[in-house]
């Protein structure tokens, strides 16, 4: 029954999850990414935090089963190598303590020195959500357009076509090898993946050693067959000496059920049983001579948690790398400065894919090597909507500060730059004033000319950065330069000056 209802509330959280990638008509309000580990740690969401670490240590990483997308997808290929290869077995493997751990600090060190990426590169919800964003929304989207096809035939336009296009070479590699590389992992062994490098994994495995909810073994009435472990996908249940190690017990219920000794359950664990477990596993309380792999873990565990703690300071202090061309990048308004991105964001693209102007694209080295695939604005197929907030509303790290329109309205995320040397009024004596009209703030106007004609003027001072001149102009005589750390534009009635000062965004 608890594997049921396990499997149940898993496809539930990875289908509601996989849609809130694909969606492209805004119907969906994607919310369960909020409760997703790294993104609640990186926003400092401390009510989920708190209710998540709470969870692990009573319940065990049930997260990793029914919360991370990533696990739960892993699941799905797990299953198909069953059934294909219904003699597959498993069996109990030791523990690599000291190569989990390694991992975890060293992403911890690429986050402190700015390399972000490597740290979305593993991040269970980015991962998946790259994979959604980049494999399965196209697959989606032709099957729309299917339908769009064949209802439109019948003289129904309830269903509408939506153009299908790369967003970044880049990215679609990245999200395609990690499709390979966890199917790979998951088909052939099981959970590795979960167990050794992810960091999360890492993470809710240290506490969930002391989780008060764990699967049993009754010794009087195992056998000693030796069926949960070969079925075991984690390689945690060692049935020769009828101890699992619940660092790597993913509580998928799965030995519960295989169990034909009814020898397994899943409950609170007794305080004596704590204690007679602790002597079985120390060789100082017992005359075992096993490794001390358990304690070497707790000690490696709190040592990370110390140093995370210790140097998470050193973070604010990264320095983001500038890119080689011309144009300063242009990040999400709401994101505050390219600083505070490169802090936050672990590129689940989320963000890109909920723009509905399609201006917001997985960066290449706009921002150096350490926010490679995080948003960026580009012009080239549309421009920002001056009344939309949808990327704030949904980053779940806080890479993207959720603003108001209000609040948008004022925020100046980059500054229009006019070339009046190649402006086809100038050079082709011609009338145009495209960038003009759509410019929602008038941070473009025309003023006169020769021969009758009007050639555009700016007030950079006004300009919130929303590229719609650029988008508009025919031959990038106007475009938009990046602020590195967002400033407050001015409305038109304000005047021209420009004041920073006392304008909170919230850092």
Known sequence: MLRKIRIAVALAVITLLTFGFVDFTGTHEPWLQKIQFVPALLSLSAITLVCLIIGTLIFGRLYCSVVCPLGI??????????????????????????????????????????????????????????????????????GNNLLAGISEKTGSFRFYRVTISLQSIVSFVVALLTLLVIAYFSYFHGRTWCNTVCPVGTLLGGLSRFSLFRIQIDKDKCNNCSLCSRKCKAYCIDSSNQAIDYSRCVSCFNCIDDCRQKALSYGPVKLKKRAAEKEASDPELSNNTGTDTIDESKRQFLKSSLALAALAPIALEAKVSGRKDTRIPISPPGSISHKNLLQHCTSCHLCVSKCPSHVLKPAGLEYGIGGLMQPVMRFDRGYCNYDCNICGQVCPTGAIKPLTVEEKHHTQAGCVVFNVDICVVKVNRTSCGACAEHCPVQAIHMVPFEGGLTIPETEPELCVGCGGCEYICPVDAVHVEGNPIHLEAKAPEDGPTIKTEGFDFGF
């Open 73 to 142: 997808f892993q699941d799905f290929f797990n299953r198909l190598s069953k059934t294909i290869d219904k003699k597959k077995k498993y069996g109990y493997r030791p523990e690599r303590p000291r190569l989990r751990w390694g991992i975890l600090a060293l992403l911890v060190l690429a986050w402190l020195f700015g390399f972000t990426f490597l740290v979305g590169l593993v991040e269970p919800y980015s991962a998946y959500g790259r994979i959604a964003n980049e494999l399965f929304k196209p697959v989606y989207l032709l």
